[in-house]
């Protein structure tokens, strides 16, 4: 099949989504992609932040290729070995002590919310609010897409999830000022990315974390784009050594399969219990995504060896370079 084979199917078959690239890929290997006509580029691209390995890792490639000839889903009705596997280094490596294992970025976002709201109604005083920021990305799904600060991304889909609203990103006064009696959380990107880079100003995730505190809120990360060593620190938040208490994690995690986290502390984590938070779903127990993101997260890759990979990732192949 060539690039136009490629296109004209797709035209021909799928919901017009997306304005995308007149480029069919066929295969990558780590900096590398090929298209249909066996054109190779240079890929900066790295799937929205998803392959921030390469294509193909290696270790990656060969723990799905394990898996799936010994076992591909269960359901979130049993348990596996390999999810404990993974929370345990995620929980390892981070300031959390709980995780929940979902499909995507979107619905990490969602559990992050349900369990701000759940605490805010068990031990928050009947709290609801969260707060959000103008000019960020959480997600496509109708809680994340209330929580993004984007109008294009609301247009057409009105009303949006009500007990959500936006505040100025990287001003703590505003922030405060936004706070209400019915507010139970902040929820942030350490780095704005969808909306350009927007990197905050040093000691803004600090004085949210004291805001926070001071007014008994739940702070939540969206490290979505930032998590998985893509800021030179495993996680953003290291680098002004605060932690949230609730964090979203998907893209990178997965390795180019879909997965999604939510981290949280055992304090937080309480307000979920079983039949009260996340409904049990067919598909959230499975096993190749979580084999995927543990070998992702093997100790070779965590944070001692990222300004390592960081290189190893950079180094262009030898006919680029
Ligand atoms: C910061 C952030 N949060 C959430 C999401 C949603 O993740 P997903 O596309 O896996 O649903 C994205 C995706 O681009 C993102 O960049």
């Given at each position: 099949m060539t690039n136009a084979d490629v296109f004209a199917r797709n035209a021909a078959h799928e919901i017009g989504l997306y304005s995308r690239q007149p480029l069919a890929l066929a295969r990558g290997s780590g900096c590398s992609v090929w298209d249909a006509d066996g054109k190779r580029y240079l890929d900066f691209f790295a799937g929205v932040a998803v392959n921030s390995l390469g294509h193909c890792h290696p270790a990656v490639v060969e723990a799905i290729r394990r898996q799936a000839g010994e076992l591909l889903h269960v359901s979130n009705h049993y348990h596996t070995a390999i999810e404990g596997e993974l929370a345990e280094l995620l929980c390892r490596h981070s300031f959390a002590?709980?995780?929940?294992?979902?499909?995507?970025?979107?619905?990490?976002?969602?559990?992050?919310?349900?369990?701000?709201?759940?605490?805010?109604?068990?031990?928050?005083?009947?709290?609801?609010?969260?707060?959000?920021?103008?000019?960020?990305?959480?997600?496509?799904?109708?809680?994340?897409?209330?929580?993004?600060?984007?109008?294009?991304?609301?247009?057409?889909?009105?009303?949006?999830?009500?007990?959500?609203?936006?505040?100025?990103?990287?001003?703590?006064?505003?922030?405060?000022?936004?706070?209400?009696?019915?507010?139970?959380?902040?929820?942030?990107?350490?780095?704005?990315?969808?909306?350009?880079?927007?990197?905050?100003?040093?000691?803004?995730?600090?004085?949210?974390?004291?805001?926070?505190?001071?007014?008994?809120?739940?702070?939540?990360?969206?490290?979505?784009?930032?998590?998985?060593?893509?800021?030179?620190?495993?996680?953003?938040?290291?680098?002004?050594?605060?932690?949230?208490?609730?964090?979203?994690?998907?893209?990178?995690?997965?390795?180019?399969v879909p997965i999604g986290a939510l981290c949280t502390t055992d304090r937080i984590a309480a307000a979920f219990t079983p039949g009260t938070g996340m409904t049990p779903r067919a598909k959230t127990g499975n096993a190749s995504s979580r084999t995927s993101a543990r070998s992702r997260m093997t100790p070779s890759m965590t944070n001692a060896a990222i300004p390592r990979r960081w290189a190893t990732a950079h180094t262009l192949p030898p006919a680029i370079a």
């Open positions: 002590e709980r995780v929940f294992l979902c499909n995507s970025g979107t619905e990490a976002i969602e559990a992050a919310m349900k369990l701000a709201r759940r605490w805010g109604a068990e031990m928050g005083g009947g709290r609801y609010e969260i707060l959000a920021t103008h000019g960020s990305f959480h997600g496509r799904t109708f809680g994340a897409l209330s929580a993004t600060g984007q109008e294009k991304y609301h247009r057409g889909y009105f009303p949006l999830l009500p007990g959500v609203r936006l505040a100025p990103f990287d001003d703590l006064d505003a922030m405060e000022a936004a706070v209400a009696p019915e507010t139970i959380a902040i929820m942030v990107e350490p780095i704005q990315g969808e909306g350009g880079v927007v990197v905050p100003k040093p000691g803004y995730l600090r004085g949210l974390r004291t805001l926070a505190e001071r007014r008994d809120l739940l702070l939540i990360f969206d490290e979505i784009q930032t998590g998985m060593g893509r800021t030179g620190r495993l996680f953003a938040y290291e680098h002004e050594d605060v932690a949230p208490d609730i964090m979203a994690l998907a893209k990178a995690l997965g390795g180019g």
